[in-house]
T-cell receptor
């Protein structure tokens, strides 16, 4: 049962344009969502997160949008740069009084930025 | 403190052998997680600790797997009688784990296990 889904295994975007990565989840208990970026042979690196009490969070070139009714979130990168080429994982969690529980990850989207 | 540290980075072992991996979390972090990642998949949760207490274990964690976090500092993950299906990247992560506001988990670089 894949509770977090990233339906696009890969995405190619021209440098300078906007990259949009999508993620869907099924578990309505999830209330915290994160995006991680991963280079080959390295661990995931935290990128940006959003709580379910918000519908948008922005950090520099990265913006995450959350649509709770559709159980959908997206990551926008603008402008896209060659260094953004990596695999992006969407993850979801439930928050508790002692921090978040385990992360449930999607299968990832490989983003390639074309110079 | 430069982040979560995992050792070794790579391990090749023969089927049937035991292996042990170590994770040193960020020093003030109370929560420590183990994940496993295979090719084409996202990281899958194995287990996590709040200080020295192991709070949850995934069904993926068979009785050949054991994890410890003595004194709530570093953690070890041991796999006994390794099988070829155990070949994967084993990832450790840590987070503060002291309040509702604690959010992000920070990952180490992983240990790549190959069972031959």
């Amino acid at each position: 049962d894949q509770q977090v889904k990233q339906n696009s295994p890969s995405l190619s975007v021209q440098e300078g344009r906007i990259s949009i990565l999508n993620c869907d989840y099924t578990n309505s208990m999830f209330d915290y969502f994160l995006w991680y970026k991963k280079y080959p042979a390295e661990g995931p690196t935290f990128l940006i997160s959003i709580s379910s009490i918000k519908d948008k969070n922005e950090d520099g070139r990265f913006t995450v949008f959350l649509n709770k009714s559709a159980k959908h979130l997206s990551l926008h990168i603008v402008p896209s740069q060659p260094g953004d080429s990596a695999v992006y994982f969407c993850a979801a969690s439930r928050s508790t009084n002692f921090g978040n529980e385990k992360l449930t990850f999607g299968t990832g989207t490989r983003l390639t930025i074309i110079p | 403190d430069t982040g979560v540290s995992q050792n070794p980075r790579h391990k090749i072992t023969k089927r049937g052998q035991n292996v042990t991996f170590r994770c040193d979390p960020i020093s003030e972090h109370n929560r420590l997680y183990w994940y496993r990642q295979t090719l084409g998949q996202g990281p899958e949760f194995l287990t996590y600790f709040q200080n020295e207490a192991q709070l949850e274990k995934s069904r993926l964690l068979s009785d050949r797997f054991s994890a410890e976090r003595p004194k709530g500092s570093f953690s070890t993950l041991e796999i006994q009688r390794t099988e070829q299906g155990d070949s994967a990247m084993y990832l450790c992560a840590s987070s503060l784990g002291i309040s509702l506001g604690d959010t992000e988990a920070f990952f180490g670089q992983g240990t790549r296990l190959t069972v031959v």
